[in-house]
């Protein structure tokens, strides 16, 4: 089982960045390859068990599950639904802790997920970049103003 992990600092106060990262719905808001998000139903977007619907910037389509959010512990745990990625059972979570050194963020998301052998190097690469290190950098920039 693939496994993709990526961590980073983030110089602001915890409060902040899960203030920022905290709604379901609100990847549009800080990610730059999203171009938008609705969550089916109606549903709150803080609501365990709502499904959010979102596209790239280039077009594909992401469903994925909220599965868990804890505003105590700070981290949102998800699972995709629907990818264009060659991948199953994909379950990911994004976890904010306090530094107190500095009241910077210390932030860490990490997947795991089934797929192909010959999918594999390429996918934890892929999400790695592009999706998880692309929204820290988005995080710090935002954060930087």
Same mark, same amino acid.
């Given at each position: 089982?693939? #496994?993709?992990?990526?961590?980073?600092?983030? $110089?602001?106060?915890?409060?902040?960045?899960?203030?920022?990262?905290?709604?379901?719905?609100?990847?549009?808001?800080?990610?730059?390859?999203?171009?938008?998000?609705?969550?089916?139903? +109606? !549903?709150?977007?803080?609501?365990? *068990? @709502?499904?959010?619907?979102?596209?790239?910037?280039? &077009? $594909? #389509?992401?469903?994925?599950?909220?599965? +868990?959010?804890?505003?105590? /512990?700070?981290? @949102?745990?998800?699972?995709?639904?629907?990818?264009?990625?060659?991948?199953?059972?994909?379950?990911?979570?994004?976890?904010?802790?306090?530094?107190?050194? &500095?009241?910077?963020?210390?932030?860490?998301?990490?997947?795991?997920? !089934?797929?192909? !052998?010959? /999918?594999?190097?390429?996918?934890?690469? *892929?999400? *790695?970049?592009?999706?998880?290190? +692309? +929204?820290? /950098?988005?995080?710090?920039?935002?954060?930087? #103003?």
């Amino acid at each position: 089982m693939p #496994r993709v992990y990526i961590s980073s600092v983030i $110089d602001a106060p915890a409060a902040k960045v899960w203030d920022k990262v905290r709604d379901f719905n609100a990847l549009p808001r800080w990610h730059p390859r999203i171009r938008d998000s609705r969550i089916e139903n +109606g !549903e709150p977007s803080d609501k365990v *068990g @709502c499904v959010r619907d979102f596209h790239l910037q280039n &077009g $594909d #389509r992401i469903r994925e599950k909220l599965l +868990g959010l804890s505003d105590y /512990d700070l981290f @949102c745990t998800y699972a995709i639904l629907e990818s264009p990625m060659p991948l199953t059972d994909y379950v990911a979570t994004l976890r904010i802790t306090p530094i107190t050194d &500095g009241d910077r963020t210390f932030a860490e998301w990490s997947a795991d997920f !089934e797929c192909a !052998e010959a /999918d594999a190097e390429d996918l934890v690469a *892929g999400i *790695g970049a592009n999706v998880f290190q +692309g +929204g820290f /950098d988005a995080l710090k920039r935002h954060f930087a #103003r």
